[in-house]
């Protein structure tokens, strides 16, 4: 047991001699590992306006639903309303018709004032 406290004590001065110089890194070789570490880091992503339209409307599934949506009433615009009648009665057999509520009436004509 003395032995190995005189073989540490033998070994404290050599490691209390390095402690005291303390080797210090030259500036290119921290200018080296300063790059490194720069060119390792991850690059935020770029965010354009179109990044942030579709992030206003939720993401893809937003704007899936949106482009549904537009295209839904493009067709339904196009059709016409009459057209979408009769795919409802073909589709639940129902028959349709329309109803006159002011026979002879014309709205431009009622909002005009000029009915006679």
Request: aromatic share 6%.
């Amino acid at each position: 047991m003395t032995e190995k406290r005189q073989k540490d004590a033998g070994l404290e001065a050599f490691f209390e001699a390095a402690r005291a110089d303390a080797p210090v890194p030259s500036t290119a070789l921290m200018a080296r590992v300063l790059a490194d570490a720069e060119a390792a880091q991850p690059k935020p992503p770029a965010v354009g306006l179109i990044a942030m339209l579709i992030e206003a409307v939720g993401g893809w599934r937003g704007l899936g639903g949106l482009a549904t949506a537009a295209c839904a009433g493009l067709w339904i615009g196009f059709a016409g309303w009459a057209d979408l009648d009769v795919i409802r009665s073909g589709l639940t057999g129902d028959e349709v018709g329309v109803v006159e509520l002011m026979p002879g009436g014309e709205v431009i004509a009622l909002l005009d004032g000029s009915e006679e």
